[in-house]
Every structure is written in structure tokens, then in C-alpha cells.
């Protein structure tokens, strides 16, 4: 169902160095740039995954943060990292340094606070009085007021998007991967609808009660309807979340629906109604570089999530283009 | 042999042209250093002679071009020279190798990655129009993996020329990792889009993950077999 559904597959190169082949001041030495075997920004990641009090740890990465030598995407990484640990020693830091007139401690600080957020959820915010959803929640409704138009696709020329329920062990390693996340969300606990595009898979959970929270909803206020989780099919199996599904009402009984990711890109948009004891709903593709038109209708109530109708069409919107560069010296 | 203006003109490369610049894609137009202080050297005799064999090109796609300063250049012309040396081994030639860039407010934050889903994004969202393979080196990419962290990220047997704008990933990507893993990474990933699938068993292959690999610098290797493979592919061609 996803407009970035592939057609092709993808593998990584990965560094995965056991920390402790490192003493911890081999790390911070390597982070500073001084090993030249050892990349500062590899030094940093290892130094987080290395095992030692919390305390030091921050205030090793806090260090790299403030430090004046330290280059740019150290600094940044090593905001980075003090977000993943998450603990209140480091939000304080980044929260703070978040607040310094000099950008080069700010501009970190805030990429820490996002990958904070990414990690380990936020409280709510104004936006999302109704349920504690973060941050991802608020950069999808409050996306553009207006959106993309979505694709016109050629129902003649598309293909059929393979749905099924669910099985359990799907749903619990999709779990896994997705706990830290949308474990306070209390999404798909019971249920979840699977979408298979390509070779691509994708699991949708939908909220606990959506039918109910949403009938509690008013006007304009929004809340996360569903999340969906996709698959590394090649290489490692694992799940992460892709996309968020938000519903904010409107006047009437119609409901705006939108799929956007953690980032706020808004990938799908449509509608949805309260209707008997569901909820009906249809979503289209929005125009954006490098998306493909596609339509996912459907229905949830007491029975779970089904689609009437999941198709895909091949055609593609142009990617944009990057602009020819050349060395000053030339 | 042909000449070098003849082939100049078969890979794309026209007009005025500077030999290291245009004709082996050098961006800083010099030499790049070796990080051992090796000596560097480039045989215009052989890049003739590839370039009428089987040869690719590549459009190197600075992403957060505004945050590259002289020494991440250097890191790319020393990726560039090395794959050059790398697809050597199989008698397979880097024909043209272009540069391009997209701005860190363009990129939307895909110049700064945290997910490998963001990697997806940026080569759904962006290429290049032409018979080249499109290569993202990402400013600041920083996405755990397990307790490492991955280095760069690519579509497998990558779109045939005219087809990069189908549906997913249409490019490889790499990280700025210091010369000489960001060398590795950046063959490595080229070779996942030339259809070469992983070969963790093999330490001194390129496709052994970096993890993996018993030395960033010497596992380079690729066998005749997988040079084949990647004489298969659509994005090599012969046609000088």
C-alpha cells in the first residue's frame, strides 16, 4: 500500500564492531579524530554501545556536543546518541543545548531531540490532547493545509495489492520492532491486516477502539488511527514503522485520513466515515517525486480491517533532478 | 587504440576537457592522496583500454551538498579512483563519472538520515536522467544497525537506463566514513546494484559486509564469476 512500495530489491553494508575490542578512552580518542583507523562518527556509535555508567557515558557524549574541535556530524552524532539513550541526565543536555544562541551546539542539540523523539515517543502536545502519540502524529496533521493532489490512477492498467490477515508470529515480531515506538500507543494488540506489494510486506495495526475513540473525537481534533510497519524483507526479516494513519474529523461526518511518515511526508490522503459500527474509509497516493498511484478502500468494525478494494499501478512521478556541480577551482 | 578525444566523446564527455577532471572524473581535478601516503597513480593506457570494453558510469550525488567541505571531496575522489582499481580486477571500466548535488534545505532532511527507510526516500525522490548510476554520498548519515551502524544502502540489480524512475529504490548510497572505508562502501554498494548479492563467508571479497571483512583497505576482491555478473547488467555497456 505504500507509495514508496519497491519493485527492486536493496542490501546494506553494515559495520557491526564489538565496542568492547575498545577501551572507552580508545573511543573517545578515535571520536576526536585521532585514530586514524576509526572514523569519529563509527568511535561515537561504539562509545554508546559500549557498556559503562550512564553517567559517564553522558557526560563523555555531552563533551563531544559542546566541544569546539569537535566537527559538525561528531557533534551531531553524538547528539544523536545522548537522544537514543533517552534518559533524563541526557534530555536535560540536549534540551539545553537546544537553547544556545551558537548553532553549532544548537543545530545538533535539535537533530537529538528528533532522533529523541523518533526513539522513544514524546508526551502529547497540543495537537494530540486525545492520545499520547508523538511527535511523528504532529508532523503528519500538521502537514501541509493543503494537500498534493492525489494521482489519478487507471483502475484498466493497475494491479491488485495482496491483503490477509495477519499471522500471529507476524504480528509479534512486528511487535518487536516496532515497540519502542508505538508502545504507548495501544495499537493492534489483538489484530493486524497484512499488505503485500511486490516483494515488499507491510502490516497494518489499527488503534485499540479506533471506532470509539473516534466517536469521541470533535471537530479538528486529531488522533492516530493506524500505524504501519514494514518488513527488510532481504536481509534481515526485522519490522520497523513506516508510515502513520491519522483521522481528524470534520464538521460533518466525513473525516479526513492521512498516511505520512515519522518525517511528516504525507504519502496517502482520503477519507473516512462513521458508519452503523465502523468506520469506511478511502485513501489515494499524493503527487510526490518518485510516487506511484494507488487506492486502498476498505472497512473496520468488530470484524477487524478489510479491503474492498487495494490496487497499485505501475507509472511512476518523476523523480527530481539534482543540479550538475562543479569544483571552484574549475 | 582509440584516442582519448574519440573515447571522451563516446562516454559523454565533451568540449575542453581536463584529463583528470572530465575524463576521470576527479571532482577537485587532482589527484586524491592515498591515506597510507601511498603514491597514487592513474594509467590513462588502461582507462583507454577499458573504456572499449565493458565499462558503467556513475553520477555522484553530494546530498547536503552546502555541508561538504575540501576534505569530504578528497574522501570521494579517493571512493572514485578506487572503484576505478576495483572493477579493474574484472576487466570492467568506470566510464564517466559526473558530479551533482542537492542542497541540505532541497533534501528535506534526507541529507542527515536516521532511518533506512530515509535512504529509500532519497532515491525515490531524486535522480538523474541519464545512462549513469545514480551514487547518494550522504553528508551525515548516522542509522544504527543491531550495535553498528550502517555504512551505505543499495538496490539490487538497480534499474537498466531509462528505467531509474520505476517504482523503489533506484540508486546506491554510502555514508562520508573516512577514505578508505567510504572507498569500500561505495564499491561495495555499486556492486549490489550490478546484481552481486552478499559474500559474508568470503572476508577478502568486496561484497563481504564491512563487519565482516578482514581488512576495509584489501577486501576488495572479486572473483571472474561475479565480474561476469556484472557484465551482465544493463547498466554495462561496450559501445566504444
Not at chain 1, 146 to 153: E, G, N, R, S
Not at chain 2, 171 to 186: D, F, K, N, P, Y
Request: one cysteine or more.
Amino acid at each position: 500500500m505504500a507509495v514508496s512500495e519497491s519493485s527492486s530489491r536493496s542490501h546494506d553494508d553494515v559495520l557491526d564492531l564489538d565496542p568492547t575490542r575498545f577501551t572507552r578512552r580508545e573511543l573517545l580518542a578515535a571520536a576526536r579524530g585521532d585514530d586514524p583507523d576509526l572514523h569519529p562518527v563509527i568511535a561515537v556509535r561504539l562509545l554508546a554501545q559500549k557498556r559503562y555508567a550512564n553517567r559517564t557515558k553522558n557526560a563523555d557524549l555531552s563533551a563531544l556536543l559542546d566541544s569546539d574541535d569537535s566537527p559538525a556530524r561528531v557533534r551531531t552524532a553524538a547528539a544523536i546518541e545522548l537522544g537514543r539513550l533517552g534518559n533524563d541526565a541526557a534530555v536535560e543536555v540536549l534540551t539545553a543545548r537546544s537553547k544556545e544562541r551558537k548553532r553549532t551546539v544548537r543545530d545538533p542539540a535539535v537533530a537529538g531531540l528528533r532522533e529523541l523523539a523518533r526513539v522513544h515517543g514524546e508526551p502529547s502536545d497540543p495537537l494530540t490532547a486525545t492520545v499520547r502519540a508523538e511527535v511523528s502524529l504532529a508532523r503528519v496533521v500538521a502537514g501541509p493545509p493543503t494537500l498534493p493532489p492525489v494521482l489519478y490512477l487507471d483502475e484498466e492498467r493497475a494491479h491488485p495489492i495482496t491483503t490477509r490477515k495477519a499471522t500471529a508470529r507476524q504480528l509479534s515480531q512486528v511487535s518487536d520492532g516496532v515497540q519502542e515506538e508505538i508502545g504507548t500507543l495501544g495499537l493492534g494488540s489483538a489484530t493486524g491486516r497484512e499488505v503485500r506489494c511486490a516483494d515488499r510486506s507491510f502490516v497494518v495495526l489499527t488503534l485499540d477502539e479506533l471506532v470509539e475513540t473516534v466517536r469521541g473525537l470533535g471537530p479538528g481534533a486529531p488522533s492516530i488511527a493506524a500505524a504501519v510497519a514494514g518488513q527488510d524483507t532481504q536481509e534481515t526479516g526485522d519490522w520497523d514503522l513506516r508510515y502513520f494513519v491519522t483521522v481528524t474529523p470534520g464538521d460533518g461526518d466525513v473525516m479526513e485520513l492521512r498516511v505520512g511518515t515519522r518525517q511528516g511526508r504525507v504519502a496517502f490522503a482520503g477519507e473516512a466515515r462513521l458508519v452503523d459500527e465502523g468506520i469506511e474509509f478511502s485513501v489515494r497516493a499524493v503527487a510526490s517525486p518518485g510516487s506511484a498511484p494507488a487506492v486502498v478502500e476498505g472497512r473496520l468494525d468488530a470484524d477487524g480491517l478489510r479491503f474492498s478494494k487495494a490496487l497499485s499501478a505501475p507509472d511512476v512521478a518523476a523523480r527530481m533532478v539534482p543540479s550538475q556541480r562543479r569544483s571552484a577551482g574549475r | 587504440m582509440a584516442s582519448l578525444r574519440a573515447l571522451a566523446g563516446c562516454i559523454g564527455v565533451n568540449g575542453n576537457l581536463s584529463v583528470l577532471r572530465d575524463f576521470f572524473g576527479f571532482f577537485r581535478g587532482v589527484l586524491p592522496p592515498d591515506p597510507t601516503g601511498a603514491e597514487v597513480k592513474v594509467s590513462l593506457r588502461r582507462q583507454l583500454g577499458l573504456l572499449q570494453g565493458e565499462h558503467f558510469h556513475v553520477n555522484v550525488i553530494a546530498t547536503g551538498v552546502d555541508s561538504f567541505v575540501d576534505a569530504d571531496d578528497v574522501e570521494v575522489d579517493y571512493a572514485i579512483f578506487k572503484m576505478r582499481n576495483v572493477y579493474n580486477q574484472v576487466s570492467v571500466g568506470v566510464g564517466r563519472v559526473q558530479h551533482f548535488g542537492i542542497t541540505v534545505a532541497q533534501a528535506g532532511g534526507l541529507d542527515a538520515p536516521t532511518t533506512k527507510d530515509q535512504l529509500e526516500e532519497l532515491t525515490e525522490n531524486w535522480s538523474v536522467d541519464n545512462d549513469g548510476i545514480d551514487l547518494f554520498v550522504v553528508h551525515d548519515m548516522n542509522i544504527p544497525s543491531g550495535s553498528g551502524i550502517l555504512l551505505g544502502r543499495s538496490a539490487v540489480d538497480g534499474p537498466c537506463p531509462g528505467d531509474k524512475d520505476d517504482k523503489g529504490m533506484s540508486g546506491s548510497t554510502s555514508g562520508l566514513w573516512g577514505s578508505e572505508q567510504t572507498a569500500r562502501t561505495v564499491s561495495h554498494e555499486l556492486g549490489h546494484y550490478l546484481t552481486l548479492e552478499h559474500r559474508n563467508s568470503s572476508p577478502t571479497n568486496l561484497m563481504c559486509q564491512s563487519g565482516s571483512a578482514s581488512s576495509i583497505r584489501n577486501s576488495i576482491v572479486l572473483t571472474s564469476g561475479q565480474g561476469d555478473d556484472v557484465e551482465d547488467h544493463c547498466m554495462c555497456r561496450d559501445d566504444c
